[in-house]
């Protein structure tokens, strides 16, 4: 089992096989995996809800059809028009979600969630400051260190970080303080389309919607290929999202002008309040230099 998301390498004083710190000024903002980038593509934006209507939307359409000239080359095949789109409503609401995200989502339900980041006491800066001072003099051990650190949680006690045993007990104690902060509220959606399904998802998670899942072949399509399951995901309490399990998929492929990576897990907390919804596209050139790297995590309530 994995213990992290989207697989990555370390940062400062969190390690992480999915989720690293990025440090910057005052606060540490989310972000998943190694520094490298993704490829940007246009996204359009979805409305939460299925777009077949129901009885009632479609009443004043079959009263205004019933009343009009009986005309049988138009009328009747517009009313058998009109009952196969509410039949295949009525099939659409009764699909099953497909494993293994019906562990986690319901299928044609509206979720509450927002994209969130993770936020510990800005008092944590105080020690960081203090290990990156250090780990500039020894940037070798510290990369060596870092790799060998379990993935998607602080970096176990040394004394090259340059802390005191009690600092690094005060470093741990705020870290455990870390907060959830919503900065776009969203919604989600699972639902079916043709043979394959699609997760649509409000606002700034609107790119995550143009993904298809095969439930055959157990993989999402995407605009860049197939993503496989890999390693599902058994994050320990410590790391940055707190405790949870997942299913992971993976897209990787190099080519002459550089690499392109696109990753996404589902998930739920291990005392089932809230679900996980957590993406990543990057794209790095052959000489590292990031095109683009766009990640995000949503949390959204189940209970």
Not at 224 to 230: A, F, Q, T, V
Request: hydrophobic share 40%.
């Amino acid at each position: 089992m994995k213990p992290g998301g989207s697989e990555g390498g370390g940062q400062a004083f969190i390690t992480g096989a999915g989720l690293v710190l990025n440090i910057k000024t005052t606060s540490l903002l989310l972000v998943l995996g190694r520094v490298a980038a993704g490829v940007g593509l246009l996204a359009r934006s979805y409305m939460v809800g299925s777009r077949l209507s129901g009885p009632k939307a479609d009443e004043p359409n079959k009263k205004r059809l019933m009343s009009a000239p009986r005309k049988h080359s138009l009328i009747a095949p517009a009313i058998a028009a009109i009952f196969t789109l509410l039949a295949q409503a009525g099939l659409h609401a009764q699909a099953k979600a497909p494993k293994p995200i019906a562990s986690y989502m319901a299928a044609d339900k509206n979720y509450k969630g927002a994209i969130v980041a993770v936020i510990p006491p800005k008092e944590i800066q105080n020690y960081i400051k203090l290990v990156k001072e250090n780990a500039k003099k020894n940037p070798e051990w510290f990369k060596e260190y870092s790799a060998k650190a379990k993935p998607g949680v602080p970096l176990p006690f040394h004394k090259n970080l340059g802390l005191s045993d009690k600092q690094y007990k005060e470093y741990r104690a705020l870290w455990e303080k870390r907060e959830f902060k919503d900065i776009q509220k969203v919604g989600l959606r699972l639902e079916a389309t043709g043979d394959k399904w699609r997760v649509l998802v409000t606002g700034e998670g609107a790119r995550i919607s143009l993904l298809r899942f095969d439930a055959k072949k157990d993989v999402f399509v995407s605009p860049n290929g197939e993503l496989k399951r890999i390693e599902d995901i058994e994050a320990a309490p410590e790391t940055i999202l707190g405790a949870w399990k997942g299913a992971e998929w993976k897209f990787e492929e190099e080519t002459g002008l550089g690499k392109t990576k696109e990753n996404i897990a589902i998930g739920k907390t291990t005392d089932g309040k809230y679900g996980y919804l957590v993406y990543r596209l990057q794209d790095i050139t052959t000489t590292n230099r990031i095109l683009h790297d766009r990640s995000m995590v949503i949390r959204f309530e189940l209970k």
